[in-house]
């Protein structure tokens, strides 16, 4: 006999959790929703040549190969036909130029799917998880003001997911590059090198970094670290610290042109992002945050957890050039975040945060107190469920200390029973679990009577 066993590398739930994991995804959708992002799904497999638009580097080395039984006889020699997406991205740039005549730009689309990554197997990183995507597509051009607007929909997540304070770091690749060229380091290499070891500012801390850019893979002199550091360290409080600290770099001697547009793209995020509602406590600047990927160009935001920053960033994106250079020659700016939800919900669910684990997606649980009522039973489960209540019927009596234990242990918060009495009466029982009461109700009011309980405990719960 096969031992039952998971592969290593995935997030597989019981039911509870599973129902807290969807309510997060349904919190995410809600909100892009609202926006106005529009919905897509790409198959979960693309032809390898669109998928892997750059060979070798880290990602070939993780990418699973799809390959059906019946070619493996015929299998020639290069590389499988087919592979699973490792992100959203680049079906999303193959998506677009496919698509490009048929769509309205700019184009925001939102897509929420498991992708496959072959990474190494340790706690919290999957081979397979859940992304939550947002990006708005231009033709030609897209204005900054997308950027803020994006902005928005990050708080508008997490404010209503309630999985604690949380604060958007945000920043400027064009800042940090014009200042670099101002410091003489002008190389594009060098300085995507240097924004990838300033991007583990917070991680490996100062010494480490400043270590590393001194050293024989950067060779750069003392007086020039320092300085480096000096400018990834500034941090801003609210937003008038934000501006005054912007206005604080704007006389910085031998500032470049790129160094100029970082900084005016920065003040008109910030100016909007106030317009946009998104509460000073909320956002701030973080001139150490450059996102590892050579993609983004311009605003960059990382978000984290300010009561649990070991969990590091729990949404992060940023702006780019052109999206999809490798499938068409129209130029195709955009901005966008991702959520991996599936590695967010984990590091959660360790640290304690996770809210409504305790909860079943089943509201109310009908009795069978003998075969004799059974329609009625079904009757009255009827009524919940046109009265907007998920309801569960016990299709075979039991001893009723049994269905309480089942209710119980399932998450469901009413147990609704009638008996001979309740029914010859017209109306049935009410036993509240969550609360430990128990009332009698009038059958035909009973779906509004049990709406009002959980409007209530939705109310105090904030949601």
Known sequence: MIRPRTPSGVLELLPREQIAFQRMLDVIRRNYERFGFLPIETPVFELSEVLLTKSGGETERQVYFVQSTGTLEKQEEGLPEMALH?????PLARYVAEHEHSLSFPFRRYQMQRVYRGERAQRGRFREFHQCDI??????TLSIRYDAEVLAVIHAVFAEMGIGDFRIQLNNRKLMRGF?????????EQQSAVLREVDKLDKRGGDAVRETLAGPGFGLATDTVQKILDFVAVRSSDHADALARLDALDG?????????QGLAELREVLALVRALGVPDSHYCLNLSIARGLDYYTGTVYETILTDHPQIGSICSGGRYENLASHYTRSKLPGVGISIGLSRLYWQLREAGLVSGADESSVQAMVALMGDEHLADALDIARRLRSGGINTEVQMEPRKLARQFQYASRAGIRFVVLAAEDELARGVVTVKDLSREQQYEVVREELADTLQVELEQARALAGR
Do not use: C, H, N, P
């Not at 990006?135 to 030609?140: H, S, T």
């Open 180 to 188: 670099f060229e101002s410091l003489d380091v002008t190389d594009s």
């Open 86 to 90: 490792f992100d959203l991205t680049v």
């Open 135 to 140: 990006d708005v597509i231009g033709k030609d």
């Open 252 to 260: 910085l001697r031998g500032a470049t042109e790129t160094f100029r």
